[in-house]
């Protein structure tokens, strides 16, 4: 999957531990790249800039809200692997 071809180890554990619904095989909790305020596909990355030494800051819309969460990365084999994600912001939780 796009997952297990572009997230670290130690992500992909994150987001297999994160799943809490029943599920046969490996699920990954895929929201975690979203806000927790809407549960919609329909979002929109606004920017990506670097802010340190493999860390990207992402700012985005989700179905109406507002986020920012932080990726760090680095190449490996000429791909992109993500090693860690954070929650910086989400708009609803500012309500």
Same mark, same amino acid.
């Given at each position: 999957?796009? *997952?297990?071809?572009? =997230?670290? %180890?130690?992500? *992909?554990?994150? *987001?297999?531990?994160?799943?809490?619904?029943?599920?046969? #095989?490996? !699920?990954? !909790? &895929?929201?975690?790249?979203?806000?927790? =305020? %809407?549960?919609?596909?329909? #979002?929109?990355?606004?920017?990506?800039?670097?802010?340190?030494? #493999?860390?990207?800051?992402?700012?985005?819309?989700? @179905? @109406?809200?507002? @986020?920012?969460?932080?990726?760090? =990365?680095?190449?490996?084999? #000429?791909? &992109?692997?993500?090693?860690? *994600?954070?929650?910086?912001?989400?708009?609803?939780?500012?309500?």
């Amino acid at each position: 999957t796009f *997952l297990e071809k572009h =997230c670290s %180890q130690s992500l *992909l554990k994150k *987001l297999a531990d994160d799943y809490d619904y029943d599920s046969e #095989g490996v !699920a990954y !909790a &895929v929201w975690e790249f979203r806000t927790s =305020c %809407q549960d919609s596909s329909k #979002g929109k990355i606004i920017s990506v800039k670097k802010t340190a030494d #493999g860390w990207y800051k992402y700012e985005f819309w989700d @179905g @109406g809200w507002y @986020g920012i969460n932080q990726l760090k =990365c680095h190449i490996e084999d #000429g791909e &992109v692997i993500m090693d860690a *994600l954070e929650n910086v912001y989400e708009e609803c939780m500012e309500e």
